[in-house]
T-cell receptor, first 114, second 116 residues
């Protein structure tokens, strides 16, 4: 069975600082990996996805993530945090099947201090 | 429409009441998923449709939960005899592809169900 671990439930950074949100996955087959962002009272918005092409994936709003098979990780980074980045972030994994349901982590709340 | 639309946005139900949650996917989207998101948790898979066929309902927590998509577009998630543990946000998502890896899928804003 696939699973995703997001360590910690809350990360706080200063505006302009590096954002690093960690995600480790467990999968018996090559996974597809996703990061989603959720703003209050809204649905999930796709930030980026890894689908076995380039291991460094660039997404929207300046975010990127690197797939590291040896570490079973897919950490999300952004060089400089903006106040508007404050939200909840979910890492998710999917397999190759047609029924491509996502298995989500518990999420990390990002706070950005002025 | 431009996005996935869910209604109602908020629903308060008395314990034991039946509820129906509606999802209007993006026009032409083949795949439709329902997820349940408890407070402070990540979404959890409930069920999956490919057009009108319900191909996977392994995530439905009990036989009180029922989903349908009779014409391959609008879907309804029905919960009978609601219990307090059913309180959650119910998210619908749709995708134009049979395999989401190429496109990901688009989520609606969800229906927040509170059972009192």
């Amino acid at each position: 069975a696939q699973s995703v671990t997001q360590l910690g439930s809350h990360v706080s950074v200063s505006e302009g600082a590096l954002v690093l949100l960690r995600c480790n996955y467990s999968s018996s087959v090559p996974p597809y990996l996703f990061w989603y962002v959720q703003y209050p009272n809204q649905g999930l918005q796709l930030l980026l996805k890894y689908t076995s092409a380039a291991t460094l994936v660039k997404g929207i709003n300046g975010f990127e993530a690197e797939f590291k098979k040896s570490e079973t990780s897919f950490h999300l980074t952004k060089p400089s945090a903006h106040m508007s980045d404050a939200a909840e972030y979910f890492c998710a994994v999917s397999d190759l099947g047609a029924n491509s349901k996502l298995t989500f982590g518990k999420g990390i709340t990002l706070s950005v201090r002025p | 429409g431009a996005g996935v639309s869910q209604s109602p946005r908020y629903k308060v139900a008395k314990r034991g009441q039946d509820v129906a949650l509606r999802c209007d996917p993006i026009s032409g989207h083949v795949s439709l998923f329902w997820y349940q998101q408890a407070l402070g948790q990540g979404p959890e898979f409930l069920t999956y449709f490919q057009n009108e066929a319900q191909l996977d309902k392994s995530g439905l927590p009990s036989d009180r939960f029922f989903a349908e998509r009779p014409e391959g577009s609008v879907s309804t998630l029905k919960i009978q005899r609601t219990q307090q543990e059913d309180s959650a946000v119910y998210l619908c998502a749709s995708s134009p592809a049979l395999q989401i890896q190429a496109y990901g899928y688009t989520f609606g804003s969800g229906t927040r169900l509170t059972v009192v």
